[in-house]
Antibody, heavy 123, light 107 residues
Framework: EVQLVESGGGLIQPGGSLRLACAAS????????MHWIRQVRGKGLEWVTG????????GSADSVKGRFIISRDNAQNSLFLQMNSLRSEDTALYYC????????????????WGQGTQVTVSS | EIVLAQSPGTLSLSPGERATLSCRAS???????LAWYQQKPGQAPRLLIY???TRAAGIPDRFSGSGSGTDFTLTITRLQPEDFAVYYC????????FGQGTKVEIK
């Protein structure tokens, strides 16, 4: 069974940095692209960023480009999100998610999600 | 960016009825790169349909997807109590974007 467990969320001041982590198990992590997706409480979903199986290619939403960096450690079955220059509009529940059928982060649906970690940006 | 507009915002139906949810894209989606997800309160989304019409593993056949180009539909025949939730469409053709969701509530 696929398990994705996020950690690292919390309360942070505007302009601050935070690093999220996702521990993956139950599937060959090194074969699948991974993503971070966020959801403002009571609102819709926003794809944040994705990374290929071998870290060879990444993509991100315009709203976070230049501020958020996705990375992975296949030896540790872990996914990370370095969040810099945080803004109040980054406040959301951040989900770690797995691509369905591909090692590339694009052109593949998402089939598994963690339970999320809350990030709150506020002074 | 491809914008997805879902309608209606809320659908009030009774168990056993048929639900028809719409997702309209601002530009043509290629290669059927469209999926549907279900989300219940306090839970992560669950993949229902991908490639416009292919059910994900374990999804009952009362869920079906259809459409092409810019217009897509999720149909739930014979609503069950556990089907009352929020449904999102998502395109993964150009980057990826989600619709704003349709809430299916008990009438």
């Amino acid at each position: 069974e696929v398990q994705l467990v996020e950690s690292g969320g919390g309360l942070i001041q505007p302009g601050g940095s935070l690093r999220l982590a996702c521990a993956a198990s139950g599937f060959p992590f090194e074969d699948y692209a991974m993503h971070w997706i966020r959801q403002v409480r009571g609102k819709g979903l926003e794809w944040v960023t994705g990374i290929n199986y071998n870290s060879g290619r990444r993509g991100s939403a315009d709203s976070v480009k230049g501020r958020f960096i996705i990375s992975r450690d296949n030896a540790q079955n872990s996914l990370f999100l370095q969040m810099n220059s945080l803004r109040s509009e980054d406040t959301a529940l951040y989900y770690c998610a797995k691509s369905f059928d591909s090692g590339i982060y694009y052109n593949s649906p998402i089939d598994s999600w963690g339970q999320g970690t809350q990030v709150t940006v506020s002074s | 960016e491809i914008v997805l507009a879902q309608s209606p915002g809320t659908l009030s139906l009774s168990p056993g009825e048929r639900a028809t949810l719409s997702c309209r894209a601002s530009q043509r989606i290629s290669n059927n790169f469209l999926a549907w997800y279900q989300q219940k309160p306090g839970q992560a989304p669950r993949l229902l349909i991908y490639g416009v019409s292919t059910r994900a593993a374990g999804i009952p056949d009362r869920f079906s997807g259809s459409g092409s180009g810019t217009d897509f539909t999720l149909t739930i025949t014979r609503l069950q109590p556990e089907d009352f939730a929020v449904y999102y469409c998502q395109q993964y053709d150009v980057s990826r974007t989600f619709g704003q969701g349709t809430k299916v509530e008990i009438k």
